[in-house]
């Protein structure tokens, strides 16, 4: 199982970015997806998480400006960033918990990360 994230660059406070995260391999069925996030010198929090039926939660400090949002399908994750602030600026990962088989317990598998970096 792979996750692949894209989408991360430099922007400016205030401006919008927006993150995917696809994942691929042997999947049987994933049961939620979601973001982390990691800045310099501190430890790694969690963003956000959307299930298989769509219910989203926040972390507190993004609760109106980011979205996350989900292609099924696709076995796609989204993390729309608007209102971006310095305090933004991190590594962010795409996190999934998924089954490769039916009789296979949920596992947590990670992306590689990508950088959001807001600065004027």
């Known amino acids: 199982v792979q996750l692949v994230e894209s989408g991360g660059g430099l922007v400016q406070p205030g401006g919008s970015l927006r993150l995917s995260c696809a994942a691929s391999g042997r999947i049987f069925r994933i049961n939620y997806m979601g973001w982390y996030r990691q800045a310099p010198g501190k430890q790694r929090e969690w963003v956000a998480t959307?299930?298989?039926?769509?219910?989203?939660t926040y972390v507190g400090s993004v609760k109106g400006r980011f979205t996350i949002s989900r292609d099924n399908a696709k076995n796609t994750v989204y993390l729309q960033m608007n209102s971006l602030k310095p305090e933004d600026t991190a590594a962010y990962y795409c996190?999934?918990?998924?089954?490769?088989?039916?009789?296979?317990?949920?596992?947590?598998?990670w992306g590689q990360g990508t950088q959001v970096t807001v600065s004027s």
């Open positions: 959307i299930t298989s039926g769509g219910r989203t």
């Open positions: 996190n999934a918990g998924l089954r490769i088989t039916s009789w296979d317990s949920v596992r947590d598998y």
